[in-house]
């Protein structure tokens, strides 16, 4: 079987350093997964390094203007013609080979993976997360936080597909300029019977740029974003679904734990 089964698409707005430092990880590690890189440069730059004898080919799409992140990875897409479609921001640093057990997880029958996402001083990045509303929001940058053992979305600077659920999906919704089409397409995949696959054994690490959190143009995005999102059907649909799922689960355990006494000696 022929292992190169991942397209990896990357996007650049003026990055050409950062996206020299992930090649050269990539570069580095052995990746017998990756088929093709595509690199998006969604603003002029100089042209892209042409890579290294242990890396995939590079496809290299120059936007005349600025794309949306989800538009960006969604034209990537169609240069897909591999079994599983994975999108890395950049900023993202690795020193092992994350694809091994991502793709297990995919064909174990999940539809998205994400590995566990360090700070560059080795914290827990919170990249693993329970659903998005205004208390979790604040709650999230709280010292009482703690991660959710079982993540319903995943940030999307590091995620793995598999290629026919993202085509299932429709791919990311390009209503979404930029912020929560990570959320939203976690949200469809679920509601699409996809689950969402976290394999923390795995780490990359991201030096995040948090430009919502310094930049005024970046924060208007980032609440015009999540207002669409709380509008939107999939969200309501989703939380709905997981509050079922959540009123299930005491019952089935009960349940569980009635049947293992009933044939007890």
Known sequence: MNKASVTLSVISHEQHSLVDALLSDLAGIDTPELARIVLTQNLPERPAAAGAPNL?????????????????????????DTEFFAIANPDIAMTHN???????????????????????????ADTARRVITPFELIFRRTPFYSPPEQPV??????????????????????????????????????????????????????????????????FR?????????????PFWRYREMLATQAAARPAAETEGMQESQEVRP
């Open 56 to 80: 995939p080919p590079i496809d290299v799409i120059q936007n005349r203007t600025p794309k949306g992140f989800g538009n960006n990875h969604n034209a990537a897409f169609r240069h897909c």
């Open 153 to 218: 979305w995943f940030a999307g600077m590091f995620l793995v597909f598999r290629s026919d659920a993202f085509a299932a999906v429709g791919g990311f919704d390009e209503g979404f300029f930029m912020y929560c089409e990570d959320f939203d397409i976690c949200a469809r995949m679920r509601l699409a019977g996809w689950p969402v696959a976290y394999a923390p054994q795995v780490q990359v690490v991201h030096a995040a740029q948090q430009l919502s959190h310094r930049s005024p143009r970046y």
């Open 98 to 124: 994350p694809f091994p057990a991502l793709i297990s997880a995919l064909r174990g029958g999940a539809g998205v993976a994400a590995p566990a996402v360090l700070e560059p001083d080795g914290r827990l």
């Open 221 to 233: 995005w980032h609440l015009a974003s999540l207002a669409r999102m709380w509008m939107s059907r």
